[in-house]
Each structure stands twice: as C-alpha cells, then as structure tokens.
C-alpha cells in the first residue's frame, strides 16, 4: 500500500477474531518501516481503538497511560487484548496489552467518559509563530536525500509535519534550547469519525515529542551512534480535534539525565483551543555525550 494515509487507515482498522478468554482479542497490521521497528505511535493508536471497541459510544477517552515493553517488529501483525477493568456512572477504565509472537510489546491502561459539563480553563497558545504555510515540510526538507529513513520521514508519513523554528532532521540550528513547536496534519482527509481522530492524534504525538531534549543538546536525528526509544507515553484527550486540520504541538524537555531524558507536550487547534496534553520519558544514549 503505497498511500501513507490509507496505510495508516487500514493499521487502524483492527480486526475482531472471534476469539474470547477473559479479554477481548483483536489483530492490527504492523506498518512498515526502515529500520524494521513498528512505529510506538502506531501500537498507541491501535490500543486505544482495541479499548473503544469495548464502549459504549457515549465513553469517550480522556486519558491513556502506556509503557513501551519490547520494540516491535514490522514483520509481523499484532494481537490486542483488552480487560474490561472497570464501568461506573461515568467513567470506564480499560487495559490493552500488545503482542508479538506472544511476547508484550506495549501496556497501556486508558479511562473514557461520559461527557459532561463543568469548570473551564486551558493555558493559551503562545503568540506570534509563524504559520504552517509559511513553513517547510518535511518532503521539501529531506525530499532530495537518498537515503531510506529519509525517503521514508519525507515521502512516507501520513502527516504533513512543520517544525518551529526549523527541524533537527540533520542539523540544529540556532539557539540550543529544550522547546519547539511544530505544526501537523494528516495529508489528505480523514473519516468523520471522531474516535479515529483521537487515535490519529495518539499516533501523531509520538513523533516529535522527544526533539527539545535533542535540540537543547545539539543532536540532530543523524548523529552517528544515536539511539533513542520510547520508554513510555501520557496522553489526555481535553477537547475534540480534527487531525486532518492543522494543529499546533508545543513541546520542552524539563530534565534528561541518566540516559533518559522528560518531555511534555500541549496540543492546540488552529484557532488556539488547547486539545490534548502529552508526557514521554524516552532512553536517549549518544556517543560522547559528556562533552554535550
């Protein structure tokens, strides 16, 4: 499949076995990639979408906790198991295990809730960044290398990425600090289906969201001997959110250390509605990096 949004599409559509122990048991394609790992915001979509097959319509995500187990591998598919911990009043609470050749790849617990109503207040976006359009992306970026991350990363990707105020594809530039924004979209349109948009948006937010450590450091995605993971992803969901609309990703890195370094991440619409927030702890080792 050469769309990459209809790839991402068909990733999403998950496939009910029939088989039941205790959990519910679905199967997902593995996405394919260059260096031969399934993509950690792949798995978080899909797990998620393992979990809302389980609702009620009216149990909406509000928040997901995971922890990447083992990398996964794209030549093979994954199966979902989903316990139904918990339906209250308002709320539900579900665990989805990932696997691989029976082997966890990823644990995430999620809660979803009726909507409701009640006290309202967000942090603004930040003022006076330039707009997507006014921006590279990243076909225009990397599109004239040959290489295959590249190739993939500029070509295969089914969101348009817009890094403020440049990306660390091969090189930082100015200042080293540990925050940057970036503007994204998927490629083309999306479904109207708004738990699909939630999970998009999951997917989305693995991206990116570890660069502030790398641009604070001066360590740009082709240093040589980089090796960088995610460890594990907080995600809550504040407001509904088209993804085939752009959206802002503000991101900082208040600490790394100990081959690990935090990153959190808020997400806004165009017109400045905060929509979700992030946190990811990732392992990121460096060749050298005592002189960093």
């Given amino acids: 499949m050469t769309d990459p949004l209809e790839a991402l599409l068909a990733a ?3 496939t009910d076995t ?9 199967t997902g394609p593995s996405q394919w990639s260059p260096n031969g790992r399934v993509f950690g915001g792949q798995v978080l979509a899909q ?4 979990a809302v097959r389980t609702l009620a319509e009216d149990r909406i995500v509000h928040s997901m906790h995971a922890y990447f187990l083992r990398p996964g591998d794209v030549q093979h598919p994954i199966t979902f198991s989903v316990d139904r911990i918990h339906d209250g009043r308002s709320f539900s609470t579900r665990r989805t295990q990932a696997y691989q050749q029976g082997l966890p790849i990823l644990s995430m617990i999620a809660s979803f809730q009726v909507e409701d109503v009640g006290l309202e207040h967000a942090t603004p976006m930040p003022e006076g960044l330039p707009e997507p359009e006014s921006l590279p992306s990243a076909a225009e970026v990397l599109g004239a290398i040959e290489h295959p991350i590249a190739r993939h990363w500029a070509l295969s990707r ?3 990425m817009r890094h403020v105020p440049s990306p660390v594809y091969v090189r930082v530039e100015g200042e ?3 925050h940057q924004a970036v503007w994204f979209r998927t490629i083309g349109p999306m479904p109207d289906e708004p738990n699909l948009h939630r999970a998009a948006l999951a997917y989305a937010s693995d991206y990116t969201i570890l660069e502030p450590i790398q641009r604070r450091h001066g360590v740009p995605w082709t240093t040589p001997g980089l090796k960088m993971a995610s460890l594990d992803h907080a ?3 504040h407001r509904f959110a088209r993804v085939d609309e752009w959206l802002l990703y503000v991101q900082e890195s208040p600490s790394a250390q100990g081959g690990r370094g935090l990153s959190q991440g808020r997400i806004y619409d165009r017109s400045g509605l905060l929509v979700a927030s992030v946190a990811q702890e990732g392992m990121i080792r460096v060749p050298d990096a005592d002189s960093r």
Avoid: K, Y
């Avoid at 029939?18 to 679905?26: K, N």
């Avoid at 797990?47 to 393992?50: K, P, Q, V, Y």
């Fill in 18 to 26: 029939g088989a039941r122990t205790s959990e519910d048991i679905f």
């Fill in 12 to 14: 999403l559509d998950l």
């Fill in 235 to 237: 995600m809550w969901w």
């Fill in 158 to 160: 089914p969101f348009d």
């Fill in 176 to 178: 080293r600090v540990a």
């Fill in 47 to 50: 797990s998620l979408l393992a």
